[in-house]
């Protein structure tokens, strides 16, 4: 098992955000932690990151209680941006190939080619959506174990957001594993190999996507609306 949330609970102000969470995550497949906003989405991945502390259970990352090394096999595209404006497309490239040991830097000038990202660009001249393609190239550029995408079409267009998914699903290593959580459910689902439905604070439903497709006779997205009446 490549990660395990056994019992995962966090409190904030002593309100239950995450409410005994259990959830098992394989290699080699597509996940979508789906959700709409503010239902414990983003917690449960700061988490997983080791950014936030548990109240209690424990989370497993090959067998062993996630912190430092996990860090080293995890790649996390946050769901807001961290780049410093001042710095050039190229100096960050360069930064994380130095911090990152897995960093493959001919995939991301590709990448920057393929987005259409200019590398003697300065961050503070690119868009929104612009930044967030750049945060995607860095995250898929790394050779991890898995990768965690916390909403990662919110900033782009319609038109561009099949572009973005078709760059994740070709770029990740091969028997690694991707977590994408989004409340986007129709523009992703296509990609996915397993869904998570989460709820204020609780996983209500995991489930093989096409089965569950083929169960309900519906789309992910159609089945979601219905469950939680969107």
């Given at each position: 098992?490549?990660?395990?949330?056994?019992?995962?609970?966090?409190?904030?102000?002593?309100?239950?955000?995450?409410?005994?969470?259990?959830?098992?995550?394989?290699?080699?497949?597509?996940?979508?932690?789906?959700?709409?906003?503010?239902?414990?989405?983003?917690?449960?991945?700061?988490?997983?990151?080791?950014l936030l502390t548990l109240d209690?259970?424990?989370?497993?990352?090959?067998?062993?209680?996630?912190?430092?090394?996990?860090?080293?096999?995890?790649?996390?595209?946050?769901?807001?941006?961290?780049?410093?404006?001042?710095?050039?497309?190229?100096?960050?490239?360069?930064?994380?190939?130095e911090f990152y040991e897995d960093?493959?830097?001919?995939?991301?000038?590709?990448?920057?080619?393929?987005?259409?990202?200019?590398?003697?660009?300065?961050?503070?001249?690119?868009?929104?959506?612009?930044q967030e393609k750049l945060q995607?190239?860095?995250?898929?550029?790394?050779?991890?174990?898995?990768?965690?995408?916390?909403?990662?079409?919110?900033?782009?267009?319609?038109?561009?957001?099949?572009?973005?998914?078709?760059?994740?699903?070709?770029?990740?290593?091969?028997?690694?594993?991707?977590?994408?959580?989004?409340?986007?459910?129709?523009?992703?689902?296509?990609?996915?190999?397993?869904?998570?439905?989460?709820?204020?604070?609780?996983?209500?439903?995991?489930?093989?996507?096409?089965?569950?497709?083929?169960?309900?006779?519906?789309?992910?997205?159609?089945?979601?609306?219905?469950?939680?009446?969107?």
């Amino acid at each position: 098992m490549l990660l395990e949330c056994k019992n995962v609970t966090k409190k904030f102000d002593n309100k239950k955000v995450l409410d005994n969470i259990n959830l098992k995550i394989e290699k080699g497949k597509i996940y979508g932690l789906l959700g709409k906003n503010g239902v414990g989405k983003s917690t449960l991945i700061k988490l997983i990151n080791d950014l936030l502390t548990l109240d209690e259970g424990e989370i497993l990352f090959k067998g062993k209680p996630i912190g430092v090394s996990s860090k080293s096999h995890i790649s996390y595209l946050p769901e807001r941006t961290y780049l410093d404006k001042d710095m050039k497309v190229e100096s960050v490239i360069k930064y994380f190939e130095e911090f990152y040991e897995d960093f493959n830097t001919k995939k991301a000038y590709k990448l920057l080619k393929d987005l259409d990202l200019d590398k003697d660009k300065k961050i503070s001249k690119m868009s929104k959506g612009m930044q967030e393609k750049l945060q995607l190239i860095l995250v898929m550029s790394r050779e991890a174990d898995l990768y965690i995408l916390d909403e990662p079409l919110g900033g782009v267009d319609p038109a561009t957001r099949d572009y973005i998914l078709d760059t994740i699903l070709s770029n990740f290593k091969e028997g690694s594993s991707v977590i994408i959580s989004t409340h986007l459910i129709s523009d992703i689902e296509r990609i996915l190999d397993n869904v998570i439905f989460i709820d204020k604070g609780k996983i209500v439903l995991t489930e093989d996507a096409d089965k569950l497709r083929e169960k309900e006779k519906s789309s992910i997205d159609e089945i979601f609306r219905r469950s939680f009446k969107c």
